[in-house]
């Protein structure tokens, strides 16, 4: 059984690739960082998310013959707000809201956190060398996110490479893989996945404000909200 | 004055590289990370050494003419403690002492902390993307280490390719670098240099052990004073 780190943020695309992960056979090692994102919601959200993968048999889901293990969470916590920098990260800057969908897709975000992914991946690295992992996995998507550069795949890639220089286990001869299975999907091509899945989209968060119901408005609830609409299906979490 | 942002660890290392950007005109950015290793003595060891070159004026030190503009030091915490794997964050395993030299330079040692400069150099470029740095520097080491495969030079010029890739800044075209001023340095040659500088080794703390006083007896105790020795000078730091 290949083992396999799993960055979780108790979102959409990152939870439908632990559902993947797990229809797909990995021992799963949920990793979850938190960075000193405004909200705690999020976290809940992870939380309910692997405990629900955690409490599953094999006769409650899909793909019954071939069906993987998840482990218990790991929480890392790095106070990325401390260097600030985005709107996600620093409560002086305001979460945009009703933008332009246009504007969405051709510029990066304030709530662009620098570094994110490649501290995510790294401190992924170093939990999948102390587990003896193959894999990281990242729900990390292209399309779109197209503003934020570290979803793409030549940084991927990049990554990839460093890591197998940067390890023990890499110059033990070990090869250390990066998967992003989302990242030339739309919103809606992933939806349309995780349901055949039975990701439980009713445990997940995405809204950037971090309150009791999800806004709707901001650019996070808005791609969600339109992929859900695209994919035939509707969105089971609360919206103010 | 071009910016960079150095990652400081209180240690002789880390230290000479301040003292090397100070002396070439840098403004320089200190970072600390505390990423749970075993005690806090060397974080009061980069509070010192910041401040003795906050506190400095130009007059003070060599190299008058042309001289660098010290801010205030950073940290940002990451608990890697967490994930374990190293003598350094994982109070079950043992410091290592009295190793065989032959055996210093052949393996890997359990001081490895997995994944530690890739995180490192992650939250650097981080910090180096909301300050608008154009350098990194760190104090890696390619000939004392050889253990350690995140101290040499394809991995760093591994993490500056990906650098690059990952970030806001290198998608408008800036280009940030890795500078590693000592990875080919023995460490008689870094204590030379760092004299010439008048880099406050009386501050700086390597010992792995965390105590009043330094172990001599543990494998960075032992390498630094053997550079000491190398360099015909004597340590200033007091040992038990």
Redesign the interface.
Known sequence: MIKAVILTSGGLDSTTCLGMAMSQGREVFPLSIRYGQRHEREYQSIVDVVLYYLGKVKSDLPNEKFYGIMQPL???????S????SALTDRTIAVPTNRDEKKMSAE?PIT????????FL??A???A??MKADEIWIGANQLDYSGY??C?E??LA??Q???N????R??EGHTLRVVAPLLKLSKAQIIKEGMKLKVPYQLTWSCYQGEDKACGICDSCKLRLAGFKEAGSSDPIPYR
């Open positions: 790991k929480t890392v916590d790095v106070n990325l401390s260097i600030g920098g990066i662009y956190v620098p570094a994110r992914n490649t501290i790294s401190i690295m170093g939990y060398e102390v550069p570290d793409r030549e940084f990049a990554f490479y460093l890591a220089l940067a390890t023990k890499g110059v």
